[in-house]
């Protein structure tokens, strides 16, 4: 508590130090205007509804754009200073890109006067790929996937899309890694994701990619950002359109097996308001089979033998509607609502065959049905408030969100004894749970540009949760034919969590540095109770989290960044929840109400090269980790396996990555990346060894190559090597993706054909070693499908300019 009332006192005084200094616009946080006119390099007359899009020379992301009016004229306001590109283009001109755009305090205002569009000769038989956005664009500080280039997105969710990650993992339950850490902090929008009850592997599985703008990974983020996450953030940025007019994207995806989604994303900009919605859908159809083998040698020499079956069949969809509204040019008030909704139905069929000494003894058969439904809603205030001192801002930002997820589960057992024939016993029990959640969360940032370049940042963010899940098992009695509750195998948990933060950040130039130095401050508070337990466990904490960017630009072509930050994992109520998983008898499950956060310790050193055409992005990075939590597995009585977690060990992670994106042709691009890392454990699990020592390496890569008729092709390779945890290996995955792509209507219409897991190699196999035994398992998914796609555009611009190229088609044909 100490610390964070030091850390709210530095800022305080230091923000009021800020407000005090004279205000001026020369500061990095700064901001200027670019504007031209376009005209007809033939005619001299003025280009009406021209497109002028501004991008980023760094990264090549789109800052902003507009069209140009009934003079040709177009201004882009309030652009921060940096280096940028300008593309022009109208429907049948050529595109032209002007280059070395700077805005800088000494030119802060950019015109172009008068730019000329030269008209088109067509020529139908050339291929040329000109302007197209790469799929990843590499960073120092983040990568950025488009996801609208990744053919993945055709009938896949945003699982699909991670698989083509570099660095990231994708396991069988759909859970991921990041270079090989699983403790990944997943943001929707910049928000949580989490949904109670709800893995982050089932949460990803319920987003069709056709909703989803881009990817953003931050591996070594500022204190700015909630620390959550010691591997770093994955932050799905959805579809919210924001141009003037109408504009909407409708999508339908259909795949074998039973498997379809679909969105349609609308907007309508006017004046001083923008409206927009979104709705997606998703019915997927999928099926798994598995075998399983554990040799034992306690009480006994012992062997169990499993092969199970499942089905699953999922349904979802989300709704996410909002206005802004502008009422002058300093203030911007928006209201969003978010619902997802979200059915996952099961049912497994697991044969299990137990021998000692070599004999068969017992044989089991379980048959089980699970079906969930969750409900989410969303309710969210915003304020944007900017001044005439550029770069000066103030946002906050109010959400409310409530969520249910009710379940049920049955499961029917019959034992038989060495006779198969004969049976020995029967069981049957369910499993009636409820979640529900409500969560809170307030916050505000502020920002000022100071002297010399020089920006100042502080915040504060509070959020409460609170969580309530009740489970009630039952045994039915085939004597009186009734069910009768089992009250030392159900439960009612409740947790309960607070974390208060405040932040402040400073960043400015010297001697060609960049540099940002941040530090931020939490207090912290969790109530877990359980009636297993009789007495709650509660844990009050404050934790700083400082972190310090620096980065060297030595030309446009190279630029460096050294980096560290603390970060935190704190367990979730999945990981603290009690209640054991029967669904499997002899191997069961269960959660600990006594984990605390582990912490980490991240640095990186980056490198970034770019050149037209090329791009390449290295990153060495080195992380140490306290109170890690893992994954113990011990052998019980009766042959049982039970899984739980605990902080029993401490992790030291280093490696590298490596980016690139290449064109190679005007007709073939490619980018891919490999990160090799080394995952150091060491620990205590009592009779078990904690230690591991694993190297491991995981590629990726894409072609796109455009065919005769601008046909684009695309093929995806993945490959993940070999991994070693703490008592358990997995074996190599590999894959290949391919897909097709052709637009038609001057990109109104666009068909995709895809095809996931072409060889169907998509398998997972894994050993778990404990003390007196070692278990193998085997799962193969149904992964190769079959997606045909289509996208379809409408807007105000693409109208006005068809219209203007029926007007100039109608003047040439009066002039023949």
């Known amino acids: 508590m100490k610390n964070l009332l030091l850390l709210v006192s530095f800022i305080c005084l230091s923000f009021s130090s800020v407000l005090s200094q004279p205000q001026s616009g020369n500061g990095m946080g700064g901001s200027g205007s670019i504007s031209g006119t376009l005209k007809d390099n033939e005619t001299r007359h003025a280009i009406e509804y021209g497109n002028v899009v501004l991008f980023r020379v760094k990264d090549s992301v789109m800052v902003t754009g507009t069209i140009s009016g009934n003079d040709g004229k177009f201004l882009l306001p309030k652009i921060p200073f940096g280096r940028y590109y300008l593309k022009l283009s109208f429907i049948g001109y050529e595109t032209r890109v002007i280059k070395q755009i700077a805005l800088n305090p000494k030119s802060p205002e950019v015109d172009l006067d008068v730019i000329y569009l030269?008209?088109?000769?067509?020529?139908?038989?050339?291929?040329?790929?000109?302007?197209?956005?790469?799929?990843?664009?590499?960073?120092?500080?983040?990568?950025?996937?488009?996801?609208?280039?990744?053919?993945?997105?055709?009938?896949?969710?945003?699982?699909?899309?991670?698989?083509?990650?570099?660095?990231?993992?994708?396991?069988?339950?759909?859970?991921?890694?990041?270079?090989?850490?699983?403790?990944?902090?997943?943001?929707?929008?910049?928000?949580?994701?989490a949904m109670e009850g709800v893995s982050s592997g089932e949460i990803l599985a319920q987003i069709p990619a056709s909703s989803m703008e881009a990817i953003e990974l931050v591996t070594n983020p500022s204190a700015k950002y909630d620390p959550e996450g010691t591997s770093g953030i994955v932050n799905i940025v959805l579809k919210k359109k924001q141009e003037i007019g109408y504009n909407s994207v409708v999508t339908v995806n259909a795949g074998t097996g039973d498997r379809y989604n679909g969105s349609v994303n609308l907007n309508y900009r006017m004046n001083n308001w923008n409206f927009y919605g979104s709705f997606d859908a998703r019915w997927n159809r999928f099926g798994s089979e598995g075998t399983s083998r554990r040799l034992s040698s306690f009480p006994s020499r012992s062997e169990l033998d499993q092969d199970n079956r499942n089905k699953n069949a999922m349904n979802m969809n989300g709704l996410r509607t909002g206005i802004d509204y502008s009422p002058d040019a300093w203030n911007t008030w928006s209201i969003g609502l978010r619902t997802r909704n979200m059915s996952f139905n099961n049912s497994g069929d697991i044969n299990s065959t137990f021998a000692e000494d070599g004999l068969p003894t017992r044989f089991f058969n379980r048959e089980s049905v699970a079906e969930r439904d969750g409900h989410n809603i969303e309710y969210s205030i915003e304020h944007k408030k900017t001044f005439e001192t550029k770069g000066r801002e103030w946002t906050s930002n109010f959400e409310v969100e409530n969520q249910t997820m009710n379940r049920d589960e049955t499961s029917f057992q019959k034992n038989y004894g060495a006779d198969q024939s004969l049976v020995t016993g029967l069981s049957k029990q369910r499993v009636n749970g409820s979640n529900k959640a409500v969560n809170i969360e307030f916050e505000s940032n502020y920002s000022h540009p100071t002297l010399n370049w020089g920006r100042f940042e502080v915040g504060f963010k509070s959020r409460l949760k609170n969580m309530e899940s009740i489970s009630d098992l039952d045994t039915l009695s085939y004597i009186s034919n009734?069910?009768?509750?089992?009250?030392?195998?159900?439960?009612?948990?409740?947790?309960?969590?607070?974390?208060?933060?405040?932040?402040?950040?400073?960043?400015?130039?010297?001697?060609?540095?960049?540099?940002?130095?941040?530090?931020?401050?939490?207090?912290?508070?969790?109530?877990?109770?359980?009636?297993?337990?009789?007495?709650?466990?509660?844990?009050?904490?404050?934790?700083?989290?400082?972190?310090?960017?620096?980065?060297?630009?030595?030309?446009?072509?190279?630029?460096?960044?050294?980096?560290?930050?603390?970060?935190?994992?704190?367990?979730?109520?999945?990981?603290?929840?009690?209640?054991?998983?029967?669904?499997?008898?002899?191997?069961?499950?269960?959660?600990?109400?006594?984990?605390?956060?582990?912490?980490?310790?991240?640095?990186?050193?980056?490198?970034?090269?770019?050149?037209?055409?090329?791009?390449?992005?290295?990153?060495?990075?080195?992380?140490?980790?306290?109170?890690?939590?893992?994954?113990?597995?011990?052998?019980?009585?009766?042959?049982?396996?039970?899984?739980?977690?605990?902080?029993?060990?401490?992790?030291?992670?280093?490696?590298?990555?490596?980016?690139?994106?290449?064109?190679?042709?005007?007709?073939?691009?490619?980018?891919?990346?490999?990160?090799?890392?080394?995952?150091?454990?060491?620990?205590?699990?009592?009779?078990?060894?904690?230690?591991?020592?694993?190297?491991?390496?995981?590629?990726?890569?894409?072609?796109?190559?455009?065919?005769?008729?601008?046909?684009?092709?695309?093929?995806?390779?993945?490959?993940?090597?070999?991994?070693?945890?703490?008592?358990?290996?997995?074996?190599?995955?590999?894959?290949?993706?391919?897909?097709?792509?052709?637009?038609?209507?001057?990109?109104?219409?666009?068909?995709?054909?895809?095809?996931?897991?072409?060889?169907?190699?998509?398998?997972?196999?894994?050993?778990?070693?404990?003390?007196?035994?070692?278990?193998?398992?085997?799962?193969?998914?149904?992964?190769?499908?079959?997606?045909?796609?289509?996208?379809?555009?409408?807007?105000?611009?693409?109208?006005?300019?068809?219209?203007?190229?029926?007007?100039?088609?109608?003047?040439?044909?009066?002039?023949?």
């Open 118 to 193: 030269q008209l088109t000769a067509v020529n139908l038989k050339e291929v040329v790929i000109t302007g197209d956005k790469e799929m990843i664009i590499n960073n120092l500080d983040k990568k950025v996937i488009n996801v609208d280039k990744n053919m993945a997105a055709t009938g896949g969710s945003a699982v699909d899309i991670m698989q083509t990650i570099p660095a990231i993992t994708v396991d069988a339950e759909g859970g991921i890694k990041l270079r090989g850490n699983k403790n990944v902090t997943v943001l929707i929008d910049g928000r949580p994701s």
């Open 482 to 816: 009734s069910w009768a509750e089992n009250a030392k195998l159900s439960d009612k948990f409740d947790y309960k969590e607070q974390v208060h933060a405040v932040y402040s950040t400073y960043s400015n130039l010297v001697y060609n540095f960049k540099y940002q130095v941040a530090l931020r401050g939490e207090l912290a508070s969790t109530t877990v109770s359980s009636v297993q337990f009789s007495d709650d466990f509660k844990n009050n904490y404050t934790s700083l989290y400082p972190s310090l960017h620096i980065s060297r630009e030595f030309s446009d072509l190279h630029e460096v960044m050294v980096s560290y930050s603390r970060r935190v994992d704190r367990p979730n109520n999945r990981q603290l929840n009690p209640f054991v998983d029967y669904s499997d008898s002899l191997n069961i499950r269960s959660g600990n109400p006594s984990l605390k956060p582990q912490y980490t310790d991240a640095m990186e050193l980056g490198y970034s090269f770019n050149l037209q055409g090329t791009s390449l992005s290295a990153a060495l990075f080195y992380r140490t980790t306290e109170d890690m939590i893992s994954e113990i597995t011990r052998l019980e009585s009766g042959g049982v396996t039970r899984t739980s977690l605990q902080n029993s060990a401490t992790g030291v992670s280093s490696g590298i990555d490596i980016s690139f994106n290449q064109t190679i042709a005007k007709w073939w691009r490619v980018n891919g990346g490999v990160s090799w890392f080394r995952n150091v454990i060491t620990g205590n699990l009592g009779s078990d060894n904690a230690d591991a020592d694993n190297v491991s390496w995981t590629a990726k890569g894409t072609s796109m190559v455009t065919l005769p008729w601008e046909v684009q092709f695309q093929l995806m390779g993945n490959y993940n090597a070999p991994t070693v945890m703490p008592q358990r290996k997995t074996s190599a995955q590999y894959s290949v993706d391919m897909g097709l792509r052709k637009d038609f209507l001057d990109g109104m219409l666009t068909a995709n054909l895809r095809v996931s897991d072409v060889f169907d190699t998509r398998e997972w196999d894994s050993e778990t070693n404990g003390s007196n035994f070692t278990s193998t398992s085997y799962n193969k998914p149904e992964s190769r499908t079959v997606f045909l796609g289509l996208t379809w555009r409408l807007s105000t611009l693409m109208q006005a300019e068809r219209e203007k190229q029926r007007n100039r088609d109608q003047e040439n044909n009066d002039d023949f």
